[in-house]
């Protein structure tokens, strides 16, 4: 009899939390969608005008409006991985080296 309680436990322990995984991740993406649909209809006017400064290895992202520090990286990749990830700008202008250097969805273009 304990075994029987034992395994209902577990079973229905198990459905909640796949239940409550699977709707979590199905927020996450929906907000993605959505984030992706601003991106697409933002005016290129709108997007961020970064520059870049090296300081030894490093290679460091500010805002050319503000030149407030946005973000770190030792390759312009991992700016734009960076860029994306913390501080959530999915689309940029950058300036690299006298380069113009569009950044989308965290990926040099």
């Known amino acids: 009899m304990d ?4 395994f209902l436990a577990g079973w229905f322990l198990g459905r909640f939390i796949l239940k409550y995984m699977l709707i979590k991740e199905a927020l996450k993406s929906m ?7 601003m991106m697409r209809q933002r005016k290129p006017e709108e997007m961020p005008i970064l520059h870049t400064e090296y300081v030894g290895d490093t290679i460091y992202l500010y805002d050319t409006a503000t030149n407030m520090y946005m973000c770190r990286g030792f390759s312009i990749e991992e700016i734009a991985f960076n860029l994306t990830s ?7 202008q950058v300036t690299h080296a006298d380069k113009k250097i569009l950044i989308v969805d965290g990926k040099v273009a």
Not at 3 to 6: A, E, G, K, M, N
Not at 31 to 37: G, H, I, M, P
Not at 86 to 92: E, K, L, T
């Open 86 to 92: 913390f501080c959530h700008i999915n689309s940029a």
């Open 3 to 6: 075994y029987i309680l034992v």
């Open 31 to 37: 907000n993605r969608a959505e984030v992706a649909q």
